[in-house]
């Protein structure tokens, strides 16, 4: 285990900051389960998803397994990463203010 | 073998042979060994994971997935895409700022106990030696079409086994994870270089992506069967709407309903369990580089996978028209449709850039199984060397002699895998799998989503988790896969039948609830806070940070007063 821990972080906001990005994690897991699931749910149930065409030929079906899924997998990366590492930039390296815990609960400092 | 395929792979062979000899570890620690130091930037670690990760099942495997299944065959590049989301939202940065050598040194240290270290090494070890053989067996297929003929009276077959084992156990044993770090690193970039080649080339001679797949859609999907008299093409059945035959752009021509989902789930959550590619985590500089790096790898796949799904339906486009034009293709095909699919690729480089495209493309299916074969023989020698060996064989072990043994393992490992690759025949699969390649790595995925994935994710998000529940947990997720698997494989039940042999959709469900029930029923091991701090606290991000700020400006410092001394 590293010992890099210095006594900037306290139990109080490293726990606060784990609630918050928890909360993240399950939000943007929770949009990328519906999609992994959904798509191919639609290409099962839905005749217009696989038999109609759009560009140059493709379904929609087909169109999001050639390019749009991977597409959509890189935005939520980049969203869920810029959030969580912007929500350790401020509630976790600095002094606790005066009066109660840096931040509960995803509340800023 | 032709000259210009012999230039190629000789001139690719030498650069990573190169990179190995430059970038070998300077030390003999075993930090050093296993982890390269802890310094790999963030760009350079992407690229190594997507070699790492890149396997012979993405580069040959999903194309052939894509061109005997259609769109059923893409969902294996979805699930391979996705799987990198998971890590990204739940382990890249915790596991990093935790900071060991390996899953189950991961695991032991977090919950404080060595039988959970020592089941981890056992599943570790399933896992890898489930992904091993696949690779292995991906070289043979290359060397096949590639070279043609075997060394020393063995078969093509066997050849390309032996060498690509042979050539990645050496430059293991010899780089360490500094050295594989940069061959990884090198072997993604020519392996992207080829299929940006091979697109390039397809589309520049007038493939029109669209077009084939509603081409390819409007008659029924037919692939090579051998039978009595010969090998003849069948009629896919469609599993979704049954008396129909499938197409190539509409689902159900390999999977039904339940099993469109079960396959990307399994790969999606098998990604996070995989040993090779959380040890690459390891050597990150901080939690923070780590998450970045995830972001850039999960760009890189998506580039990576679009292309090598237009490349299957390219190669079923087109093989067609070629045979009357390439009489070569004519014993590889049955009325132009591949025998073993996994040729597309080879093939289609052959058709378009002659014997030099046919190098290329070869070349990058060999050092596809090579990068990851060094990753996975590196996360062997790090479970055995560092997991069994330094903590139970000989805990007084110098870091010469940890190191040693880490180098004895990954040559017993390599050992293994091309003993049982020699044994598998890829041709007598083509009718039960899209892809035997990918198929067999979707074992891998499936022991790594069931038993390790919901373990690994529990351990780093709820501080109930304790070590009895972890064993129960992989225990459970094992037996589970396993026992799903081989009962999926020699029964063919409808419906039941696909869940079991992708099970993680069931397993890891139920490996989670069977390590949160036992964990509620015993310890929690006392240091839980102090692991909380590291894990999900930045301070040690930070130290790193402020250290490499000060190295850059002292460096500048340096630099300065140098060149004013020299004026």
Same mark, same amino acid.
């Given at each position: ?41 639609? +290409?099962?149930? /839905? ?5 109609? =065409?759009?560009? &140059? @030929?493709?379904? #929609?079906?087909?169109?999001?397994? %050639? ?12 969203? +869920?990463?810029? /959030? ?5 930039? =401020?509630?976790? &390296? @600095?002094?606790? #203010?005066?009066?109660?815990?840096? %931040? ?6 | ?80 895409a996705a799987g990198f989301v998971p890590v990204l939202l739940f382990v890249a940065a915790p596991l990093r700022r935790f900071g060991e050598f390996s899953i ?315 003993a049982l690759a020699l044994g598998m025949r890829p041709e007598s699969f083509s009718s039960v799998t899209p892809s035997i390649v990918a198929t067999m790595v ?63 959709i069931v397993a890891a469900p139920v490996a989670a609830a069977v390590t949160v029930v036992v964990s509620r029923r015993s310890r929690v091991p006392d240091d ?40």
């Amino acid at each position: 285990m590293d010992d890099g821990v210095d006594d900037r972080d306290t139990p109080a906001e490293v726990d606060a900051t784990f609630r918050t990005l928890r909360r993240v994690a399950v939000g943007y897991f929770a949009v990328f389960l519906a999609a992994i699931v959904g798509f191919p749910l639609l +290409a099962v149930t /839905l005749d217009w998803w696989s038999a109609s =065409r759009l560009v &140059g @030929g493709m379904s #929609p079906g087909f169109l999001m397994a %050639a390019f749009g899924l991977y597409a959509f997998f890189a935005v939520i990366g980049v969203a +869920a990463a810029s /959030l969580s590492s912007a929500v350790e930039a =401020r509630m976790l &390296g @600095g002094p606790a #203010p005066e009066g109660g815990p840096l %931040a509960g609960e995803g509340e800023e400092p | 073998m032709n000259v210009p395929s012999t230039v190629v792979l000789g001139l690719v062979l030498l650069l990573v042979a190169a990179t190995a000899v430059a970038m070998r570890p300077r030390g003999t620690s075993t930090v050093d060994f296993y982890l390269a130091g802890q310094k790999v930037g963030v760009v350079t670690n992407a690229w190594a994971i997507c070699g790492d990760y890149f396997s012979a099942a993405s580069f040959l495997g999903v194309a052939a997935a894509v061109y005997v299944s259609g769109l059923d065959g893409a969902w294996y590049a979805v699930g391979f895409a996705a799987g990198f989301v998971p890590v990204l939202l739940f382990v890249a940065a915790p596991l990093r700022r935790f900071g060991e050598f390996s899953i189950p040194d991961f695991l032991g240290r977090r919950l404080g106990s060595e039988r959970v270290r020592l089941v981890a090494v056992g599943v570790v070890q399933l896992v890898i030696l489930s992904y091993l053989v696949p690779q292995a067996v991906g070289s043979g297929i290359t060397w096949q079409l590639l070279v043609g003929q075997g060394v020393a009276g063995l078969s093509p077959y066997a050849t390309g086994i032996l060498l690509s084992t042979t050539v990645v156990a050496g430059l293991v044993a010899f780089g360490g994870m500094r050295g594989t770090t940069w061959t990884q690193a090198v072997q993604f970039l020519l392996l992207l270089a080829a299929l940006v080649w091979l697109a390039a080339v397809v589309l520049g001679e007038g493939f029109r992506y669209g077009d084939a797949v509603a081409d390819l859609s409007r008659a029924p999907l037919a692939n090579p069967t051998p039978g009595p008299e010969g090998w003849q093409l069948g009629t896919e059945q469609n599993q979704i709407r049954p008396g129909e035959p499938a197409s190539f752009g509409d689902p159900g021509a390999r999977y039904g309903g339940v099993g469109q989902f079960a396959l990307i789930v399994t790969l999606a959550m098998g990604t996070a369990g995989l040993p090779h590619v959380m040890n690459r985590y390891f050597t990150s500089p901080t939690g923070t580089a780590a998450r970045t790096t995830t972001v850039w790898v999960l760009c890189l796949a998506g580039a990576f996978y679009a292309l090598a799904v237009m490349l299957g339906t390219a190669a079923r486009e087109l093989i067609p028209g070629a045979v009357d034009e390439h009489p070569w293709l004519r014993e590889l095909t049955v009325d132009g449709v591949l025998r073993v699919p996994e040729h597309a690729l080879p093939v289609l480089g052959r058709i378009y850039g002659g014997d030099a495209g046919l190098g290329v493309v070869a070349a990058g299916a060999l050092v596809a199984v090579m990068s990851t074969v060094a990753g996975l023989l590196l996360a062997s020698a790090a479970s055995w060397g560092h997991d069994v060996y330094e903590r139970h064989i000989n805990p007084r072990a110098t870091q010469r002699q940890a190191v040693q043994a880490g180098r004895v393992t990954t040559l017993v490992a390599a050992c293994a895998t091309a003993a049982l690759a020699l044994g598998m025949r890829p041709e007598s699969f083509s009718s039960v799998t899209p892809s035997i390649v990918a198929t067999m790595v979707t074992w891998a995925f499936a022991v790594a989503g069931s038993a390790l994935t919901p373990v690994f994710l529990l351990a780093i998000w709820w501080r109930g988790t304790t070590a009895a529940g972890a064993v129960a947990g992989m225990v459970t997720g094992t037996a589970l896969a396993v026992t799903m698997f081989a009962v999926g494989t020699v029964t063919d039940l409808p419906l039941v039948g696909e869940v079991l042999v992708t099970p993680t959709i069931v397993a890891a469900p139920v490996a989670a609830a069977v390590t949160v029930v036992v964990s509620r029923r015993s310890r929690v091991p006392d240091d839980v806070e102090r692991s909380w701090l590291v894990m999900h606290g930045t301070a040690a991000d930070r130290h790193a940070e402020r250290l490499a700020r000060l190295t850059v400006a002292e460096g500048r410092r340096a630099k300065g007063g140098r060149r004013r001394a020299r004026r």
